[in-house]
Nanobody
Framework: QVQLAESGGGLVQSGGSLRLSCEVAGFTFSNYAMNWFRQAPGREREWVGSITSGGGENTAYADSVKGRFTISRDNAKSTMYLEMNDLKPEDTAVYYC???????WGQGTQVTVSS
């Protein structure tokens, strides 16, 4: 059974940092690319960024987070990370990890950035 579990969300002041984790079970994590998405209140879910399979040498980011967010992975721990720096109030959202080939989503973790 495929399972994705996000953690690490919370309340942070503008300019602060958080690191989100997405722990995966039920498939061979290292073989697949992964995504992060987010959904703010009243808005559609939007793509944040992606990381390729294997060593994760290639990443891609939405323009809104480029230069501030970094995606990485630890295949030994079947875990993907989202390092978020210089957070802004507009980053407030529920953050989800996604395994696109498995069509699987985590339950989400809330990130709130106060001004």
């Amino acid at each position: 059974q495929v399972q994705l579990a996000e953690s690490g969300g919370g309340l942070v002041q503008s300019g602060g940092s958080l690191r989100l984790s997405c722990e995966v079970a039920g498939f061979t994590f290292s073989n697949y690319a992964m995504n992060w998405f987010r959904q703010a209140p009243g808005r559609e879910r939007e793509w944040v960024g992606s990381i390729t399979s294997g060593g994760g040498e290639n990443t891609a980011y939405a323009d809104s987070v480029k230069g501030r967010f970094t995606i990485s992975r630890d295949n030994a721990k079947s875990t993907m990370y989202l390092e978020m720096n210089d957070l802004k109030p507009e980053d407030t959202a529920v953050y989800y990890c996604n395994a696109p080939r498995q069509k699987a989503w985590g339950q989400g973790t809330q990130v709130t950035v106060s001004s």
